[in-house]
């Protein structure tokens, strides 16, 4: 046995493409924000002067506008696995619908908070607002970056750069897609049940 096979044999790794990795870190590293967001949620409504509302029923349109943009992103990346390109790019295109949908909704929700007297700041704003605006928001923000990425991953299914053999973009898509539709649902739950 020569040298190199020796240090082949050596180099035991996960198996996982870095880009992979990388967006692993990314999921860890937005879990740890949301949990010290709700977890603060929780901490400063138990110290008083907090204001109960009713959320906006238009929260629970947009939990399943996500949920169906989840279902159109794992049928196109399934597409992608039979080499089924046309399905691959009606499923990316619906989700991206589905997405752009939620966001839509999401700003309509800020306006039914404010019709309610729910305010992020000013003088009549109240801490149990402001979180719910804070948690909205950087979840939006987050959707918008899985949005430009799915926009990436349509132009490469576009221009046949995925397809069976080449499933990392779409993987990495559909697990980043996953993950936020998650996080929502979390978060709507979170807000339904501490509020």
């Not at 399905?87 to 800020?110: D, E, N, P, W």
């Not at 397809?163 to 807000?191: C, E, K, P, Q, V």
């Amino acid at each position: 046995m020569n040298p190199s096979e020796l240090l082949s044999e050596k180099e035991v790794g996960l198996g996982w493409h870095p880009k992979r990795v990388l967006l692993i870190l990314l999921i860890f590293s937005i879990v740890m924000m949301f949990a010290a967001f709700t977890s603060g949620y929780i901490v400063r409504r138990d110290e008083g002067n907090w204001r109960e509302f009713d959320l906006p029923v238009s929260l629970l349109i947009n939990s399943i506008l996500i949920a169906l943009s989840s279902a159109s992103m794992q049928w196109a990346y399934f597409s992608a696995r039979k080499n089924e390109i046309s399905r691959v790019k009606t499923g990316l295109i619906i989700t991206l619908v589905l997405g752009f949908a939620f966001l839509v909704g999401q700003y309509h929700s800020f306006g039914d908070l404010v019709a309610g007297n729910t305010y992020f700041g000013g003088a009549d704003a109240n801490p149990s607002g402001s979180f719910v605006y804070v948690l909205m928001g950087v979840h939006a923000f987050h959707l918008i970056t899985g949005l430009i990425f799915l926009a990436v991953v349509l132009k490469r299914t576009l221009n046949y750069q995925v397809h069976s053999r080449a499933m990392l973009s779409i993987g990495n898509a559909t697990l980043y897609w996953h993950f936020l539709g998650g996080l929502w649902l979390y978060l709507y739950l979170f807000l339904l049940l501490n509020h």
